[in-house]
Protein backbone atom coordinates (compact mmCIF):
# COMPACT_ATOMS: atom_id res chain seq x y z
CA UNK A 1 0.00 0.00 0.00
CA UNK A 2 1.65 3.49 -1.13
CA UNK A 3 1.97 6.25 1.49
CA UNK A 4 -0.87 8.47 0.13
CA UNK A 5 -3.28 5.38 0.28
CA UNK A 6 -2.13 4.34 3.82
CA UNK A 7 -2.58 7.95 4.72
CA UNK A 8 -6.23 7.91 3.32
CA UNK A 9 -7.02 5.11 5.14
CA UNK A 10 -6.29 6.43 8.52
CA UNK A 11 -8.57 9.47 8.14
CA UNK A 12 -11.62 8.91 9.64
CA UNK A 13 -14.70 8.67 7.17
CA UNK A 14 -17.12 11.82 7.34
CA UNK A 15 -20.41 10.93 8.42
CA UNK A 16 -23.85 11.55 6.52
CA UNK A 17 -24.45 15.42 6.48
CA UNK A 18 -28.19 16.06 6.03
CA UNK A 19 -29.14 18.49 3.50
CA UNK A 20 -30.86 22.22 4.86
CA UNK A 21 -33.95 21.13 3.29
CA UNK A 22 -33.95 18.11 5.19
CA UNK A 23 -33.00 20.00 8.65
CA UNK A 24 -35.97 22.58 7.81
CA UNK A 25 -38.22 19.42 7.51
CA UNK A 26 -36.92 18.35 10.87
CA UNK A 27 -37.28 21.30 12.52
CA UNK A 28 -41.37 21.64 11.14
CA UNK A 29 -41.79 17.76 12.75
CA UNK A 30 -40.74 19.04 15.95
CA UNK A 31 -42.73 22.50 15.79
CA UNK A 32 -45.80 20.45 14.63
CA UNK A 33 -45.62 18.20 17.33
CA UNK A 34 -44.90 20.91 20.10
CA UNK A 35 -48.19 23.32 18.53
CA UNK A 36 -50.08 20.28 18.32
CA UNK A 37 -49.83 19.89 22.23
CA UNK A 38 -49.39 23.76 23.06
CA UNK A 39 -52.37 25.19 20.77
CA UNK A 40 -55.39 24.76 21.02
CA UNK A 41 -57.30 24.34 18.04
CA UNK A 42 -54.35 23.30 15.78
CA UNK A 43 -54.96 19.31 15.53
CA UNK A 44 -58.39 19.89 14.74
CA UNK A 45 -59.15 18.24 11.32
CA UNK A 46 -60.35 21.82 10.23
CA UNK A 47 -57.47 23.79 10.59
CA UNK A 48 -55.16 20.97 9.12
CA UNK A 49 -57.35 21.05 6.30
CA UNK A 50 -57.12 25.04 6.15
CA UNK A 51 -53.47 24.42 6.97
CA UNK A 52 -52.67 22.26 3.40
CA UNK A 53 -54.72 24.91 1.62
CA UNK A 54 -52.78 27.76 2.67
CA UNK A 55 -49.85 25.81 2.48
CA UNK A 56 -50.73 24.39 -1.23
CA UNK A 57 -50.74 28.05 -2.31
CA UNK A 58 -47.81 29.68 -1.02
CA UNK A 59 -46.09 26.15 -2.30
CA UNK A 60 -47.18 26.60 -5.58
CA UNK A 61 -45.85 30.30 -6.04
CA UNK A 62 -42.38 29.62 -4.04
CA UNK A 63 -41.91 26.46 -7.00
CA UNK A 64 -41.73 29.62 -9.73
CA UNK A 65 -39.79 32.04 -7.19
CA UNK A 66 -37.29 28.56 -7.16
CA UNK A 67 -36.90 28.87 -10.56
CA UNK A 68 -35.88 32.41 -11.01
CA UNK A 69 -33.49 32.00 -8.07
CA UNK A 70 -31.42 28.94 -9.17
CA UNK A 71 -30.93 30.96 -12.09
CA UNK A 72 -29.12 33.55 -10.06
CA UNK A 73 -31.79 36.00 -10.33
CA UNK A 74 -35.51 36.92 -8.08
CA UNK A 75 -39.07 38.26 -9.31
CA UNK A 76 -40.68 40.67 -7.52
CA UNK A 77 -43.37 41.48 -9.57
CA UNK A 78 -44.52 37.49 -9.42
CA UNK A 79 -47.55 38.44 -7.26
CA UNK A 80 -48.37 41.64 -9.64
CA UNK A 81 -48.44 39.39 -12.53
CA UNK A 82 -50.47 36.55 -10.75
CA UNK A 83 -53.06 39.09 -9.63
CA UNK A 84 -53.72 41.23 -12.75
CA UNK A 85 -53.17 38.24 -14.68
CA UNK A 86 -56.26 35.99 -12.97
CA UNK A 87 -58.59 39.49 -12.86
CA UNK A 88 -58.36 40.46 -16.35
CA UNK A 89 -59.10 36.38 -16.92
CA UNK A 90 -62.22 36.58 -14.58
CA UNK A 91 -63.20 40.08 -15.79
CA UNK A 92 -63.10 38.26 -19.76
CA UNK A 93 -65.20 35.56 -18.22
CA UNK A 94 -67.72 37.98 -16.23
CA UNK A 95 -68.13 39.46 -19.76
CA UNK A 96 -69.16 35.87 -21.74
CA UNK A 97 -65.84 35.04 -23.20
CA UNK A 98 -65.33 31.15 -22.88
CA UNK A 99 -63.72 30.11 -19.47
CA UNK A 100 -60.76 27.98 -21.43
CA UNK A 101 -60.42 31.02 -23.63
CA UNK A 102 -60.42 33.23 -21.12
CA UNK A 103 -57.86 31.39 -18.90
CA UNK A 104 -55.69 30.80 -21.68
CA UNK A 105 -55.41 34.72 -22.18
CA UNK A 106 -54.13 35.20 -18.89
CA UNK A 107 -52.03 32.19 -18.91
CA UNK A 108 -50.43 34.17 -22.18
CA UNK A 109 -50.44 37.51 -20.45
CA UNK A 110 -48.12 36.18 -17.45
CA UNK A 111 -46.04 34.63 -19.90
CA UNK A 112 -45.37 37.53 -21.77
CA UNK A 113 -45.06 39.67 -18.48
CA UNK A 114 -42.28 37.01 -17.55
CA UNK A 115 -40.70 37.55 -20.49
CA UNK A 116 -40.16 41.50 -20.89
CA UNK A 117 -38.62 41.12 -16.98
CA UNK A 118 -36.11 38.68 -18.42
CA UNK A 119 -35.44 40.31 -21.48
CA UNK A 120 -34.95 43.52 -19.50
CA UNK A 121 -32.21 41.51 -17.58
CA UNK A 122 -30.56 39.55 -19.42
CA UNK A 123 -30.33 42.09 -22.88
CA UNK A 124 -30.71 45.86 -21.72
CA UNK A 125 -28.91 44.26 -18.52
CA UNK A 126 -30.79 46.23 -15.46
CA UNK A 127 -30.44 44.27 -12.90
CA UNK A 128 -33.53 42.22 -11.96
CA UNK A 129 -34.27 43.95 -8.56
CA UNK A 130 -34.84 46.95 -10.14
CA UNK A 131 -36.32 45.27 -13.12
CA UNK A 132 -39.35 43.37 -11.06
CA UNK A 133 -39.90 46.01 -8.86
CA UNK A 134 -40.82 48.19 -11.99
CA UNK A 135 -42.28 46.01 -13.86
CA UNK A 136 -44.55 44.88 -11.11
CA UNK A 137 -45.79 48.67 -10.19
CA UNK A 138 -46.02 49.20 -14.47
CA UNK A 139 -48.32 45.95 -14.53
CA UNK A 140 -50.57 47.47 -11.72
CA UNK A 141 -50.90 50.54 -12.99
CA UNK A 142 -51.94 49.80 -16.67
CA UNK A 143 -54.05 46.98 -15.46
CA UNK A 144 -56.23 48.79 -13.15
CA UNK A 145 -56.09 52.03 -15.56
CA UNK A 146 -56.97 49.95 -18.57
CA UNK A 147 -58.98 46.88 -17.57
CA UNK A 148 -59.66 46.69 -13.97
CA UNK A 149 -60.49 50.12 -12.20
CA UNK A 150 -61.85 48.68 -8.98
CA UNK A 151 -59.32 46.69 -6.64
CA UNK A 152 -61.80 43.63 -6.43
CA UNK A 153 -62.56 41.28 -9.14
CA UNK A 154 -65.64 38.68 -7.76
CA UNK A 155 -66.85 36.23 -10.22
CA UNK A 156 -69.78 35.43 -10.79
CA UNK A 157 -71.82 32.27 -10.15
CA UNK A 158 -72.08 29.18 -11.95
CA UNK A 159 -68.27 28.75 -12.88
CA UNK A 160 -68.36 25.29 -10.57
CA UNK A 161 -65.66 24.44 -12.78
CA UNK A 162 -63.02 27.07 -11.52
CA UNK A 163 -64.02 26.93 -8.02
CA UNK A 164 -63.08 23.31 -8.06
CA UNK A 165 -60.06 24.16 -8.05
CA UNK A 166 -60.03 26.07 -4.45
CA UNK A 167 -62.88 23.02 -3.45
CA UNK A 168 -62.11 19.65 -1.87
CA UNK A 169 -62.26 16.26 -3.54
CA UNK A 170 -63.75 12.89 -2.55
CA UNK A 171 -62.50 13.05 1.75
CA UNK A 172 -62.43 16.58 1.87
CA UNK A 173 -58.99 16.75 1.01
CA UNK A 174 -58.17 20.05 -0.86
CA UNK A 175 -57.90 20.34 -4.42
CA UNK A 176 -54.88 22.83 -4.14
CA UNK A 177 -53.03 20.39 -2.24
CA UNK A 178 -53.11 18.37 -5.53
CA UNK A 179 -52.62 21.25 -7.41
CA UNK A 180 -48.96 21.75 -5.68
CA UNK A 181 -48.34 17.84 -5.91
CA UNK A 182 -48.68 17.88 -9.36
CA UNK A 183 -46.72 21.64 -10.09
CA UNK A 184 -44.25 20.05 -7.48
CA UNK A 185 -43.62 16.88 -9.67
CA UNK A 186 -43.45 18.44 -13.08
CA UNK A 187 -41.25 21.09 -11.98
CA UNK A 188 -38.85 18.37 -10.22
CA UNK A 189 -38.71 16.18 -13.97
CA UNK A 190 -38.09 19.69 -15.51
CA UNK A 191 -35.23 20.72 -13.85
CA UNK A 192 -33.62 16.92 -13.24
CA UNK A 193 -34.90 15.56 -16.70
CA UNK A 194 -34.29 17.96 -19.45
CA UNK A 195 -31.43 19.83 -20.77
CA UNK A 196 -32.65 23.57 -20.31
CA UNK A 197 -33.60 22.61 -16.45
CA UNK A 198 -30.05 21.40 -16.38
CA UNK A 199 -29.03 24.50 -17.91
CA UNK A 200 -30.57 26.64 -15.57
CA UNK A 201 -28.54 25.05 -12.84
CA UNK A 202 -25.21 25.67 -15.08
CA UNK A 203 -26.11 29.40 -15.80
CA UNK A 204 -27.13 29.95 -11.73
CA UNK A 205 -23.92 28.58 -10.66
CA UNK A 206 -21.58 30.02 -13.12
CA UNK A 207 -23.23 32.79 -16.05
CA UNK A 208 -19.98 33.34 -17.52
CA UNK A 209 -18.83 29.74 -17.50
CA UNK A 210 -22.22 28.81 -19.11
CA UNK A 211 -22.22 31.24 -21.44
CA UNK A 212 -18.36 30.35 -22.64
CA UNK A 213 -19.58 26.14 -22.84
CA UNK A 214 -22.12 27.47 -25.55
CA UNK A 215 -25.26 28.10 -23.32
CA UNK A 216 -27.75 30.60 -24.90
CA UNK A 217 -28.06 32.43 -21.36
CA UNK A 218 -29.80 35.64 -22.87
CA UNK A 219 -32.94 33.37 -23.82
CA UNK A 220 -32.80 31.43 -21.06
CA UNK A 221 -33.11 34.17 -18.67
CA UNK A 222 -35.87 34.76 -20.50
CA UNK A 223 -37.50 31.31 -19.93
CA UNK A 224 -36.80 31.07 -16.16
CA UNK A 225 -38.89 34.71 -15.53
CA UNK A 226 -41.68 33.01 -18.00
CA UNK A 227 -41.63 29.86 -15.74
CA UNK A 228 -42.66 31.98 -12.83
CA UNK A 229 -44.81 34.23 -14.37
CA UNK A 230 -46.76 30.97 -15.63
CA UNK A 231 -46.50 28.88 -12.28
CA UNK A 232 -47.43 31.78 -10.16
CA UNK A 233 -50.39 32.67 -12.37
CA UNK A 234 -51.16 28.79 -11.40
CA UNK A 235 -51.49 30.10 -7.89
CA UNK A 236 -53.15 32.82 -9.16
CA UNK A 237 -56.48 30.62 -10.40
CA UNK A 238 -56.22 28.61 -7.19
CA UNK A 239 -56.66 31.78 -5.46
CA UNK A 240 -59.90 32.40 -7.53
CA UNK A 241 -61.27 29.27 -7.04
CA UNK A 242 -60.82 28.98 -2.96
CA UNK A 243 -62.53 33.04 -2.64
CA UNK A 244 -64.53 33.34 -6.10
CA UNK A 245 -62.81 36.87 -6.38
CA UNK A 246 -59.16 38.60 -6.93
CA UNK A 247 -58.20 41.90 -4.93
CA UNK A 248 -55.43 43.48 -6.35
CA UNK A 249 -54.30 44.60 -3.15
CA UNK A 250 -52.65 41.43 -2.65
CA UNK A 251 -49.78 42.94 -4.61
CA UNK A 252 -49.17 45.30 -1.19
CA UNK A 253 -49.50 42.39 1.37
CA UNK A 254 -46.49 40.69 2.44
CA UNK A 255 -47.09 37.70 0.37
CA UNK A 256 -43.97 38.19 -2.03
CA UNK A 257 -41.54 37.83 0.90
CA UNK A 258 -43.62 35.31 2.00
CA UNK A 259 -42.66 32.97 -1.15
CA UNK A 260 -38.93 34.27 -1.11
CA UNK A 261 -39.03 33.52 2.93
CA UNK A 262 -40.00 29.94 1.82
CA UNK A 263 -37.52 29.71 -1.40
CA UNK A 264 -34.39 30.72 0.62
CA UNK A 265 -35.22 28.82 4.14
CA UNK A 266 -35.68 25.73 2.23
CA UNK A 267 -32.40 26.14 0.74
CA UNK A 268 -32.28 27.49 -2.41
CA UNK A 269 -29.57 29.96 -2.09
CA UNK A 270 -29.30 33.26 -3.62
CA UNK A 271 -25.73 32.80 -4.71
CA UNK A 272 -27.90 30.61 -7.49
CA UNK A 273 -26.97 27.00 -8.87
CA UNK A 274 -28.34 25.11 -5.43
CA UNK A 275 -31.69 23.79 -4.33
CA UNK A 276 -34.46 21.94 -5.55
CA UNK A 277 -38.33 21.44 -5.19
CA UNK A 278 -37.56 19.26 -2.13
CA UNK A 279 -36.04 22.68 -0.51
CA UNK A 280 -39.32 24.47 -1.97
CA UNK A 281 -41.37 21.92 0.28
CA UNK A 282 -39.81 22.06 3.16
CA UNK A 283 -39.29 25.71 3.36
CA UNK A 284 -43.14 25.55 2.60
CA UNK A 285 -44.25 23.70 5.16
CA UNK A 286 -42.05 25.46 7.98
CA UNK A 287 -43.27 29.03 6.85
CA UNK A 288 -47.05 27.83 6.33
CA UNK A 289 -46.90 26.22 9.93
CA UNK A 290 -45.57 29.39 11.08
CA UNK A 291 -47.71 31.80 9.66
CA UNK A 292 -50.84 29.18 11.09
CA UNK A 293 -49.30 28.94 14.54
CA UNK A 294 -49.46 33.20 14.50
CA UNK A 295 -52.94 33.21 13.20
CA UNK A 296 -54.30 30.82 16.34
CA UNK A 297 -52.52 32.85 18.40
CA UNK A 298 -54.00 36.15 17.04
CA UNK A 299 -51.07 37.59 16.64
CA UNK A 300 -51.10 41.46 15.30
CA UNK A 301 -50.06 42.04 11.52
CA UNK A 302 -47.34 44.31 12.96
CA UNK A 303 -46.03 41.26 15.22
CA UNK A 304 -46.45 38.87 12.18
CA UNK A 305 -44.32 40.62 10.03
CA UNK A 306 -41.37 41.41 12.54
CA UNK A 307 -41.29 37.76 13.06
CA UNK A 308 -41.07 36.93 9.03
CA UNK A 309 -38.69 39.29 8.87
CA UNK A 310 -36.37 38.02 11.77
CA UNK A 311 -36.85 34.74 10.00
CA UNK A 312 -35.59 36.14 7.06
CA UNK A 313 -32.89 37.97 8.02
CA UNK A 314 -31.85 34.29 9.64
CA UNK A 315 -32.30 32.77 6.33
CA UNK A 316 -30.46 34.98 4.16
CA UNK A 317 -27.11 35.19 6.88
CA UNK A 318 -27.48 30.94 7.12
CA UNK A 319 -27.17 31.46 3.06
CA UNK A 320 -24.50 33.30 3.10
CA UNK A 321 -22.66 31.39 5.39
CA UNK A 322 -23.25 28.34 3.86
CA UNK A 323 -22.64 29.78 0.36
CA UNK A 324 -20.28 32.74 0.60
CA UNK A 325 -19.75 34.74 -2.58
CA UNK A 326 -16.19 34.29 -3.86
CA UNK A 327 -13.73 36.06 -5.96
CA UNK A 328 -15.43 34.22 -8.91
CA UNK A 329 -19.16 34.26 -8.18
CA UNK A 330 -18.60 37.89 -7.44
CA UNK A 331 -17.87 38.33 -11.27
CA UNK A 332 -21.87 37.08 -12.08
CA UNK A 333 -23.45 40.30 -10.77
CA UNK A 334 -26.80 40.73 -8.99
Not at 38 to 46: K, V
Not at 273 to 278: E, I, M, P, Q, S
Request: net charge neutral; with cysteine.
Amino acid sequence: MSSEAAAAASQPRSGYKPSQAEIVLGVTLVLFVIMSVALPGFITLGNLFTLARNISILGILALGMAVVVIGRGIDLSQIATLGCSAAIAMTMINAGWPVPVALGFGMLLSILMGLANGYLVSVVEIPPLFTTLASGLLIVGVTRALVVPAYQVFLEPGHTNILALGGTIAGGLPAPVIAFAICALLLHLFLSRTVIGRFIYAHGDNALAARLSGIATRPLTMIEYALCSAIGYVGGIIMVGSTSLMHLQIVDSTLIFDVILVVVLGGVSLVGGRGNVLSVIAGTLLIGLLLNAMTIMNLDIQTQDMIKGLVLLLAITIDSIIHPRDEETAKQGD
